[in-house]
């Protein structure tokens, strides 16, 4: 059971931002040597966005945070903290969050990134979590935000296909109310012997950004993507059932499912392992692609917006992501 602590984190607020190109299984199929039939079969993923010359992974979290701090009705001077989670950086440093605070007016806020890849999400609200659950702060705006499309390499069929730009943001406030609600328990994990699974191996801190990594394509996604299906399967399960029984709360209590959007067939697998019923998840993979750390976000944002959240209802939150990573949260609304 999950210890009592001094406030609860609820989610006030939520946005997302998908830019507006689109790039669909069909167009690819005019540059690499693949088609929509086993896109679609092998992924789900029927089309993704591409983020614009003048888009960055700063500016869409700007946007998806702009409509989370509007949709809480909150003014940005009343943020302390902007957590944003990418691997896919403006630049190096400074940090995302401060090009987005910036733009934001979130002046009183300690901004900074964190990095756990597809996982980062989920790692940023249980960092949130922790500091409002114990009073710290008032309101945390959490953004996952990832401009892929510059990181995977486009002649590789293997990796390019799965992979969409665009960022999704929570605004979680302290809040002292008795009943439950908000983030009810996150879990994270990382196991770094399984760095090689998925990674983007060209060399800054060791060898300085050099030439022959580029040459060699090494500044782009490498996956063993076998071998990572079989570990996210299990992971996400095994992730999502410890959240369940740490809340006591049983499979059919929960409303809404809002898994990681890797691959259709890694969500389904899940499912079956845990007996839950397809139609009680949450999917935007077919639209979006793979947004990385902006997937879970954007799918909350997303259910938000068509109704399929409510008060009172309770969603679960799993991913997997490179490093090995991996989590899960639960969230009464
Ligand atoms: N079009 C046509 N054929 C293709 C394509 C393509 N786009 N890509 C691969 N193939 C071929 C392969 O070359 C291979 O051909 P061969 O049998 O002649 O060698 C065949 O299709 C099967 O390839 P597999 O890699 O075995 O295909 P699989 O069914 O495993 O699907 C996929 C690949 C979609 C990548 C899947 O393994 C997957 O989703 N893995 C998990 C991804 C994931 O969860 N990542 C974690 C998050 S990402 C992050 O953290 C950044």
């Known amino acids: 059971m999950n210890p009592s602590s001094l406030f609860k984190a609820a989610v006030a607020g939520t946005g997302s931002y998908l830019p507006d190109k689109v790039l669909t299984n069909k167009d690819l199929e005019n540059t ?4 929509d039939e086993w896109i679609t079969t092998r992924t789900g993923i029927k089309e993704r966005r591409i983020a614009a010359d003048n888009e960055s ?34 630049v190096l440093f400074p940090s995302t969050a401060c090009f987005v605070q910036k733009e934001l007016g979130a002046v009183n806020s300690a901004a900074y990134d964190i990095s ?47 992979f969409g730009d665009g960022a999704g943001a929570v605004l979680l406030k302290k809040t002292d109310q008795e009943e439950p609600v908000g983030i009810l328990s996150s879990h994270i994990y990382s196991d770094g012997a399984l760095t090689d699974l998925i990674v983007v191996p060209g060399g800054i801190g060791t060898t300085g950004v050099n030439k022959q990594d580029i040459d060699d394509n090494k500044y782009f996604i490498k996956m063993s993507g076998n071998a990572t299906f079989k570990v996210a399967v299990k992971r996400m399960a095994n992730v999502i059932q410890e959240a369940l029984d740490f809340n006591e709360i049983k499979m059919e209590e929960v409303s809404l499912l809002l898994p990681h959007q890797a691959n259709q067939r890694i969500v389904s697998a899940v499912a079956e392992k845990l007996n839950f019923p397809e139609e009680k998840i949450y999917m935007t993979i077919q639209k979006y692609g793979n947004t990385s750390a902006a997937s879970i976000p954007i799918g909350i944002a997303d259910a938000m917006e068509e109704g399929k959240i409510k008060p009172g209802d309770v969603s679960v939150l799993g991913v997997v992501g490179a490093g090995l990573t991996w989590g899960s949260a639960v969230i009464k609304w």
């Open 32 to 35: 690499l040597d693949t088609s």
């Open 57 to 90: 992974a700063s500016t869409m979290a700007f946007e998806a945070g702009k409509k989370a701090l509007s949709s809480a009705r909150l003014e940005p001077e009343q943020v302390d903290m902007v957590i944003v989670c990418t691997s896919t950086p403006d």
């Open 116 to 162: 756990a890849v597809c996982s980062g999400f989920v790692f940023g609200l249980s960092i949130a979590e922790q500091y409002l659950k114990t009073g710290r702060y008032d309101h945390i705006l959490v953004i996952g935000s990832e401009a892929n499309s510059r990181i995977v390499d486009w002649s590789d069929r293997s990796t390019c296909i799965l």
